[in-house]
């Protein structure tokens, strides 16, 4: 298992280039399955769970060609509708197969995804979609089967909370359905605008993607992509963390090829907390730290509020700022394995319930710490890039699930930091 060996204390200076975004191209990848024709996607990050994804559909049914960070899809006949709980152990996001899968094939057979290390996260919300649109649920073995035989009609479906992957999954289920399907309580994440102008692009008709409310008009057949492909948005998490990595150190970065305005609510609070911030062009953040920051308190909301993706590499931010900040997650239930971990380094942080309360400014000094989720894995990196000394991140696998060459690229901009076996 590869470990980080992570050197602190060098402030970062240069230039970082944000990768295409994963949770972006998970569903746009999914959506594949809508069509019997062939589909291109650019700028898909070449990250574990992509990979995963990529497995899965090829055992649905899936022709899959990648070049670089290119990939072309063709999924002429559904072979097996079936996510297998080998992989959806691995990857939550699987389940986004099961509403493309009934529209097309009218059954998907999709392990239950079980225990997860932020929270319980259920796909009830999922299911109850479906059924709503006509599907027939039954679960039995630790496997959801869904049936529609006769297809899926539209339906008015109000989701009792936001949820992102929800309403991707029925965003697609519904492009295929009879009449009409309306999404109330959608969430307005840049990845489900993503999705829709994708599917928009392959003949579905939505409107109203980036809003509460999403009108879907099901059609017979979608397409694949036309000439020219799809390109998929710029990842705003791994953005966030590089704003993050040059802000901790006291760097001077410009991140570039992202969406600002996807990392507002980060940046609205890193300049509350000291931190210089412009925009030279429209792709580009451009952040200088002095590395003295100020305590400032956050909760992590749905998008546009601030991303529970970054919350645990703001908690490493708040670190190292002066006073006492309280961090409120609000999405998940258990979301907060980082804390004993950064505490190891020297962090004082006390958790209770949903929040935790940093006091600041503390010396990390460099440890053995072990990564425990994707985005908890940043914020050790983030602490480890500041911390006096080595810092050695064990199971690593978790980050790589989700950035694409985060050491090169931290190390291009002059951190010190290796992989090893
Ligand atoms: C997506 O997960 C992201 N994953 C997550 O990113 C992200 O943390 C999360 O949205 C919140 O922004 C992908 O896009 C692939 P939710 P998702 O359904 O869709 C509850 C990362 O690090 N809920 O919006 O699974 C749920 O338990 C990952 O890249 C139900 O109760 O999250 C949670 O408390 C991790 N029933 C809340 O809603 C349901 O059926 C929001 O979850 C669905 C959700």
């Known amino acids: 298992m590869d470990k980080f060996v992570i050197r602190g204390g060098i402030p970062l200076h240069g230039t970082i280039e944000t990768s295409g975004s994963k949770n972006s191209a998970l569903p746009a990848l999914a959506a594949a399955l809508l069509t019997e024709e062939p589909m291109l996607l650019h700028r898909i990050p070449r990250v ?108 008015l479906i ?20 009879r009449g009409e399907t309306v999404l109330e309580n959608a969430a307005r994440e840049p990845e489900v605008v993503d999705l829709a102008e994708l599917l928009i692009k392959m003949g579905a008709k939505i409107d109203g993607a980036g809003t509460s409310t999403i009108r879907i008009q099901g059609v017979a057949k979608l397409h694949g992509t036309p000439k020219g492909g799809h390109t998929i948005i710029a990842d705003r998490i791994e953005a966030g963390t590089f704003l993050i990595a040059a802000a901790i150190t006291g760097g001077d970065v410009k991140v570039t090829h992202c969406v ?15 931190v210089e911030i412009t ?55 258990n979301r907060f394995m980082h804390a004993q971990e950064l505490a190891r380094m020297g962090a004082k942080i006390r958790l209770d319930g949903r929040q935790a309360i940093i006091a600041g400014k503390s010396d990390l000094t460099g440890a053995g710490v072990i990564a425990s989720d994707l985005r908890a894995s940043a914020s050790l990196v983030l602490a480890a890039l500041v911390a006096k000394g080595e810092t050695v991140i064990d199971r690593v696998y978790h980050i790589d699930r989700g950035y694409e060459k985060i050491e090169s690229k931290l190390s291009r901009a002059g951190a010190s930091v290796r992989r090893v076996e």
Not at 260 to 274: D, N, T, W, Y
Not at 288 to 303: C, F, H, I, P, Q
């Open 260 to 274: 600002p305005e996807h990392v507002r609510a980060l940046i609205a609070k890193m300049q509350q907390a000291g």
């Open 158 to 177: 109000k989701f009792a909370r936001i949820t992102v992957t929800g309403t991707e999954d029925l965003l697609m289920a519904a492009t295929l359905a």
């Open 279 to 333: 925009e030279p062009d429209a792709s580009t953040v451009h952040i200088r730290s002095s590395g003295k920051l100020r305590a400032v308190d956050m909760t992590t909301e749905e998008y546009p509020g601030f991303a529970t993706d970054l919350q645990a590499q703001y908690m490493a931010l708040m670190t190292q700022a002066e006073g006492i900040s309280i961090i409120t997650e609000t999405i998940f239930e």
């Open 48 to 155: 574990r769970d992509i990979k995963t994804m990529q497995r899965l559909l090829v055992d649905i049914g899936s022709k899959i060609e990648v070049k670089g960070d290119t990939v072309c899809l063709d999924t002429p006949r559904i072979v097996s509708p079936e996510a297998p709980y080998e992989l959806v152990k691995t990857m939550r996001a699987s389940s986004l197969v099961l509403g493309p899968l009934v529209a097309r094939a009218g059954r998907a057979r999709v392990s239950m995804p079980g225990g997860c290390a932020i929270g319980a996260r259920p796909i009830d919300f999922h299911l109850n979609g479906l059924e709503q649109l006509g599907a027939k649920i039954n679960q039995e073995h630790g496997y959801i089967e869904a049936q529609a035989a006769d297809g899926l009609r539209g339906a």
